[in-house]
């Protein structure tokens, strides 16, 4: 069964060995049991027959399997199951939105076949979605969003659609999941091809408006001595007069430090309405110097906590020893 | 094939007659269960009462020769030559842990994914859920020898 006809144009099934899956989906158990069936089923995308992977993620879980093809997965760097970034598990389009890429690829049918074929094939950089190329703004909004811990929620049985109407006959058997179903009713009509392609996805739009109106939220912190901002982003470009000159207009600069080293600056304001004022302006226009965006925040409080607390613990200790000796 | 008598066959050995109405009753139970509606039911499900009803017909006559010793050798062999119980899944039974084996799909390792034994082999207190399992060859809902 030579392939010496093979038309190379022709798309080509896909067969793998392991699949691209990111951690919430593979689920809690460090031992899990993979099925692996070569061209089980039709990719969701972009519909090539793919080598689709089965497992159970953790006990009373629903068994997952991955629903597009590599392929498809590789192009967007996602997970092959949930269709969310593989480093952030954020959906498509947020993560495309904060790190400013719009894909080339072409969407539909033919076009969308010899692209994945000939050119995705070829050549598999991707540093496409290397985050340290984005500006520092956007890099620190997908970590804001980004989940830190899995989230398994994701891969419990889906509800119970018998349930819903009364009519479960398999009450304490079934499998599904006997509730009923809470949260948006917007946020349950999602689209695998939406979501892959980033287009109207209602999560992803969720996540972004709460981006935009939290904005850099520059309110007073509620520790009143805090009179200082703190500044990231500053290249070495930026020098201390720079930075004096943007902030003295809002009241008498204290101090300025600028630590080149971690790119960082603090400004010191006299007053504490100096340096109120300075922020709410800052989050008004942003601050630019030099053409450089830079990040302004609130100062920390001087750590004054910790150096009382040795103290306590050094006299603890002490009065432990005296009382050892005292018994001795 | 048998199991028609004519004036031809062998007369089946004493002790027949006694049991022939319990053993009229499965094949009867059998008959009404072949014609039920598949309405309502999972696919898997309907054939559920079929194993249902072969398990207990031989647990019967197990029960009978085995463990009530209420039937004699031969009168055992012709049933199970006639092909009243299940010699196999007698077999399964005499071993110690499958005393209570629901069928002879369920410890078949090639019909499951992974080569293990079906979730009804799973006894009750490694399940750890409470959770109601029925199985999906024979809806079997635990058959390991402790439950």
Redesign the interface.
């Known amino acids: 069964m030579s392939n010496q006809k093979a038309d190379p144009n022709k798309q080509q099934w896909e067969d793998s060995e392991f699949p691209i899956v990111c951690e919430t989906c593979l689920g809690d158990n460090p031992y899990v049991r993979m099925t692996k069936d070569s061209f089980g089923k039709e990719c969701k995308i972009c519909s090539r027959p793919f080598t689709v992977f089965r497992w159970l993620p953790g006990t009373n879980m629903r068994y997952k399997k991955t629903e597009i093809c590599q392929t498809c997965a590789k192009l967007k760097n996602v997970c092959q199951t949930c269709v969310l970034d593989l480093q952030y598990g954020l959906p498509v389009q947020v993560r495309d939105e904060a790190l400013n890429i719009k894909s080339e690829a072409p969407n539909s049918d033919i076009n969308r076949q010899y692209y994945a074929q000939n050119i995705a094939g070829k050549d598999t950089d991707i540093s496409h979605y290397d985050a340290s190329k984005a500006a520092p703004e956007n890099r620190d909004v997908l970590r804001r969003l980004a989940r830190n811990e899995p989230y398994y929620k994701r891969n419990r049985p889906h509800i119970c659609s018998f349930f819903v109407k009364g009519e479960c006959n398999r009450g304490a058997e079934c499998p599904f999941r006997h509730e009923l179903p809470g949260g948006d009713a917007e946020l349950a009509q999602q689209n695998i091809k939406d979501r892959y392609y980033g287009n109207n996805d209602p999560v992803a739009n969720k996540m972004l408006s709460r981006v935009r109106t939290s904005g850099s939220s520059l309110a007073p912190p509620q520790d009143k001595t805090i009179s200082s901002l703190f500044i990231t982003g500053v290249e070495d470009e930026i020098t201390e007069t720079d930075i004096r000159e943007v902030f003295c207009t809002y009241g008498q600069v204290k101090s300025v430090v600028v630590v080149h080293r971690s790119k960082c600056a603090f400004v010191n304001y006299a007053t504490r309405s100096a340096a109120e004022l300075a922020a709410q302006n800052i989050a008004d226009r942003g601050l630019n110097i030099k053409n450089r965006a830079l990040r302004v925040a609130w100062g920390k409080p001087r750590p004054q906590g910790p150096r009382s607390d040795t103290r306590k613990q050094g006299k603890l200790l002490l009065s432990f020893n005296e009382g050892i000796y005292r018994m001795i | 094939m048998p199991k028609i008598r004519t004036q031809r066959t062998k007369r089946p050995p004493e002790g027949f007659d006694d049991i022939e109405p319990t053993l009229e009753e499965f094949a009867r139970k059998m008959k009404e269960i072949e014609n039920e509606p598949h309405e ?1 039911k999972r696919i898997v499900e309907g054939a559920w009462p079929v194993f249902r009803i072969h398990h207990q017909r031989s647990r019967y006559i197990y029960d009978l020769y085995y463990k009530r010793k209420a039937i004699s050798r031969e009168l055992y062999d012709y049933l199970i030559k006639n092909k009243y119980a299940d010699a196999n899944l007698i077999a399964k039974w005499k071993k110690p842990g499958f005393e209570k084996l629901c069928c002879l799909r369920c410890i078949q390792p090639r019909d499951t ?2 080569g293990t034994t079906c979730v009804c082999r799973v006894p009750k207190t490694r399940l ?2 409470g ?4 199985c999906v060859h024979c809806g079997c809902r635990g058959c390991a020898s402790g439950d």
Do not use: A, M, Y
């Open positions: 309502g994914n992974f750890q859920e959770k109601v399992i029925e």
